[in-house]
């Protein structure tokens, strides 16, 4: 019985992941060190997909391992082959949730690959700048993203049959 109870209480984690869920952090993208300044950049959802992005940038003072507020950081997304249609965001504190990082969000209508940069400018400092490039995978079909919202009837149909059976 205690098992039956042990897998039917598992079963929501499996069948809803939390991975679906748009936050700050996701995977490191980038992390470079210029001089005493650590940055780090980070993109969500994984894998990265066209449709709303997030991405966010943890700056860091080496000497002392703390949070740099005092940053601006913009970022500046576009496809590989055409930077002449660049999106602009700036990075700040009040999009993200956790408050080490500055988020800036983006809703990307390409897939395929991307050049992402960062600029990261402190006062009396010389700009710094961080660069990569990520595949974007086309965006999931509209059935695959909210299946869990027409299947979770089900599963409270099947807890209690197997209630009942039991």
Do not use: C
């Amino acid at each position: 019985m205690r098992t039956w109870l042990a897998v039917i209480g598992t079963l929501p984690s499996i069948l809803f992941p939390a991975a679906a869920a748009y936050g700050d952090g996701g995977t490191v993208r980038a992390s470079e060190t210029h001089g005493a300044t650590q940055i780090t950049v980070f993109t969500s959802p994984t894998p990265l997909r066209a449709g709303p992005i997030d991405v966010s940038v943890l700056i860091q003072d080496l000497p002392s391992g703390t949070t740099a507020t005092d940053a601006e950081i913009e970022v500046i997304v576009h496809p590989t082959d055409a930077p002449g249609r660049a999106l602009r965001r700036m990075a700040t504190a009040d999009r993200a949730v956790n408050k080490l990082l500055r988020a800036a969000e983006f809703d990307l209508v390409e897939s395929g690959p991307t050049q992402f940069e960062i600029i990261v400018r402190r006062s009396q400092r010389a700009d710094l700048r961080v660069r990569f490039e990520a595949d974007v995978t086309p965006p999931l079909p509209r059935w695959a993203q909210y299946w869990p919202w027409f299947t979770w009837p089900l599963v409270v149909a099947a807890i209690f049959i197997l209630r009942r059976r039991l």
